[in-house]
């Protein structure tokens, strides 16, 4: 399972934003506003009091791997007597043992890696293998709507339950079928033979990969995180290197972005490639049924 929290920690960390002496350290203890790392003490230079104000602080792994893993929060002071930080509230105490990142915000701001998260996996297209159950057979219909969301990527329909045994949930997929075309914001249409009431209908489909926004959101498992980390940076870096301050043709970060966009992302995609299912054949003729009907005779028509 791979979620926002961990592509957050991927970006921070490739694009340089994580402090290279004490950015990644194990905390000897904390609650859920502090965090509290004695062994600072014993370096020849310590960091100095806020230090890391206004830094990101990242709770990498849990202990126990529980909450508060995963979560972040911006650290308000640090106290280079006592060596601790304090932080808005993570709701859940920071322990001895837990892994912590500090990562910069003053380039990259969290509001807009996230944003570029979600840009990155749009710009992924359609992502595979989602579906929708939110359809029942109706005695003596042929003709159902489809959700919007599923419409442009709709690649398999099955149906549930077509068997005697009641314990047996098996899918039967449905190749005599047709789609309708329908405007833009309207439900598809659907057609297909009639069948007795109560199957359920899943729809197999490929679509957009829904908003992500707080720290727990998974993403699609089918997408490598090394991927989505590629994708996102790339369009953080567009956004980074669009502004007026930073239009140097000569910038490293102008350079980057050409880097991420010419080789990181395609290697990145040409090494973990996101499987996509193919299109089911569809055979479909009006008050007829197609061969593969005549295939399934127990298929309970009505």
Same mark, same amino acid.
């Given at each position: 399972?791979?979620?926002?929290?961990?592509?957050?920690?991927?970006?921070?960390?490739?694009?340089?934003?994580?402090?290279?002496?004490?950015?990644?350290?194990?905390?000897?203890?904390?609650?859920?506003?502090?965090?509290?790392?004695?062994?600072?003490?014993?370096?020849?230079?310590?960091?100095?009091?806020?230090?890391?104000?206004?830094?990101?602080?990242?709770?990498?792994?849990?202990?126990?791997?529980?909450?508060?893993?995963?979560?972040?929060?911006?650290?308000?002071?640090?106290?280079?007597?006592?060596?601790?930080?304090?932080?808005?509230?993570?709701?859940?105490?920071?322990?001895?043992?837990?892994?912590?990142?500090i990562a910069k915000q003053d380039k990259y701001p969290l509001p807009q890696?996230?944003? =570029? %998260?979600?840009?990155? /996996? !749009?710009?992924?297209?359609?992502?595979?293998? *989602?579906? &929708?159950?939110?359809?029942? $057979?109706?005695?003596?219909?042929?003709?159902?709507?489809?959700?919007?969301?599923?419409?442009?990527?709709?690649?398999?329909?099955?149906?549930?339950?077509?068997?005697?045994?009641?314990?047996?949930?098996?899918?039967?997929?449905?190749?005599?079928?047709?789609?309708?075309?329908?405007?833009?914001?309207?439900?598809?249409v659907l057609h297909v033979p009639q069948y007795a009431e109560g199957y359920t209908i899943k729809l197999e489909y490929d679509g957009v990969h829904?908003?992500?926004?707080?720290?727990?959101?998974?993403?699609?498992?089918?997408?490598?995180?090394?991927?989505?980390?590629?994708? =996102? %940076?790339?369009?953080? /870096? !567009?956004?980074?290197?669009?502004?007026?301050? *930073?239009? &140097?043709?000569?910038?490293? $970060?102008?350079?980057?972005?050409?880097?991420?966009?010419?080789?990181?992302?395609?290697?990145?995609?040409?090494?973990?490639?996101?499987?996509?299912?193919?299109?089911?054949?569809?055979?479909?003729?009006?008050?007829?049924?197609?061969?593969?009907?005549?295939?399934?005779?127990?298929?309970?028509?009505?």
């Amino acid at each position: 399972m791979t979620t926002v929290s961990d592509i957050v920690q991927n970006i921070l960390n490739e694009l340089g934003q994580v402090e290279p002496t004490f950015g990644l350290f194990t905390a000897t203890g904390g609650s859920a506003t502090t965090f509290v790392n004695t062994s600072w003490g014993e370096y020849e230079a310590p960091p100095e009091t806020d230090v890391f104000k206004n830094h990101l602080l990242i709770v990498v792994r849990d202990t126990a791997g529980a909450s508060p893993q995963g979560k972040y929060s911006l650290i308000s002071a640090y106290n280079d007597t006592t060596y601790t930080g304090t932080m808005a509230t993570l709701t859940d105490a920071v322990g001895s043992g837990d892994t912590l990142m500090i990562a910069k915000q003053d380039k990259y701001p969290l509001p807009q890696i996230i944003f =570029a %998260i979600n840009r990155g /996996l !749009e710009s992924l297209g359609d992502l595979p293998f *989602n579906a &929708d159950t939110s359809l029942t $057979t109706v005695a003596n219909q042929t003709e159902y709507s489809i959700p919007v969301n599923v419409k442009r990527g709709l690649k398999r329909v099955w149906l549930q339950g077509m068997t005697d045994d009641a314990n047996d949930n098996e899918w039967v997929e449905v190749f005599d079928r047709r789609n309708e075309l329908t405007g833009a914001g309207t439900a598809g249409v659907l057609h297909v033979p009639q069948y007795a009431e109560g199957y359920t209908i899943k729809l197999e489909y490929d679509g957009v990969h829904p908003k992500v926004n707080d720290y727990d959101d998974e993403i699609n498992e089918y997408v490598h995180p090394k991927v989505i980390t590629a994708a =996102a %940076i790339l369009k953080l /870096l !567009e956004w980074y290197n669009r502004q007026d301050s *930073n239009q &140097d043709p000569e910038s490293y $970060t102008l350079w980057l972005e050409n880097q991420y966009r010419q080789i990181h992302l395609p290697l990145s995609l040409a090494e973990s490639p996101i499987q996509r299912a193919r299109k089911a054949p569809r055979f479909f003729s009006n008050n007829a049924k197609s061969r593969f009907h005549m295939d399934f005779p127990e298929l309970p028509f009505s």
